[in-house]
């Protein structure tokens, strides 16, 4: 009897956020999903030890865990959380520790302006040199970190990394088993040079995202994630790119959209797999 092919298809937690880590590692059995994307918070809240377990017994592979990062600062104390991060995915065996580097010095989500660095060089410069003391320790403990290039709406916030170039550029001084890249199509699609730079990423991908990009956006862009085929985005040469650079691993469906999240997580699990079938195929 010929094997049945795996499935690449990762439900990303937050794209059912109302599901507990323990809630959605059950319906992705229920549904005949193979793969778990995860984050942080919630597995804290779950516990670690006990999400190992449940994924474990449910046989499922953690295609990433989200996030570290957030190095812009310069605090020490965040380099601590980030191997505690990299610890955690060590863990979880997850097949990366995604990586949103943070915005200027100074500038956090959601809050007004205080006192911030406008110098934008000089935070890229402070992702370099925390990666310096990341990477070998990541590596250390067998996992990968990937770096995540966000739109370029969010780099006085959340990401001074805005392209796949820039990704790579500081990927490129680390081994490709310390250090790789995410490419994500709600973050990457409007790069007129996306295409080369996937070419140019192979043997770096370490994840790939795909949600569409909702026009017009809502107030609160973060939540400007849509279900495949209800955006803008044309994932065929995106995701023909990715394989072609070789990408062998799962594939995550990240949506972050206040609907989404309001509506019943079963039915969103069932729409999203029916329009990666179409649009992404397995």
Known sequence: ?????????????????????????????????????????????????????????????????????????????????????????????????????????????????????????????????????LAPYAGERGVRLALEPLHPMYCADRAVLSTLGQALDLAESHPPEQVGVVVDTFHVWWDPNVLEQIARASGRIASYQVCDFLSPLPAD??????????????????TEAVAAAGYPGDIEVEIFNAEVWAADPDEILARVRSSFAELIGE
Request: charge should be neutral.
């Open 1 to 133: 009897m010929r094997a049945r092919a795996k499935s690449r298809f990762s439900l990303n937690q937050w794209t059912t956020k109302r599901w507990s880590v323990a809630e959605a590692v059950d319906g992705c059995v229920r549904h005949g999903v193979e793969a778990i994307g995860l984050w942080r918070q919630d597995v804290a809240a779950q516990g670690l030890k006990e999400t190992v377990e449940l994924v474990a017994d449910a046989g499922l592979r953690v295609s990433s865990l989200c996030r570290g990062g957030f190095l812009t600062s310069g605090d020490p104390q965040a380099l601590d959380d980030n191997r505690r991060a990299i610890d955690e995915a060590a863990e979880l065996d997850a097949a990366c520790l995604v990586m949103v580097v943070g915005g200027l010095p100074g500038v956090v989500p959601g809050r007004p302006l205080g006192a911030i660095s406008r110098d934008l060089p000089a935070a890229r410069e402070r992702v370099a040199e925390a990666l310096a003391v």
């Open 221 to 238: 862009v973060l939540l400007g994630r849509g279900v495949m085929g209800e955006g803008v985005i044309d994932f065929t040469p995106l």
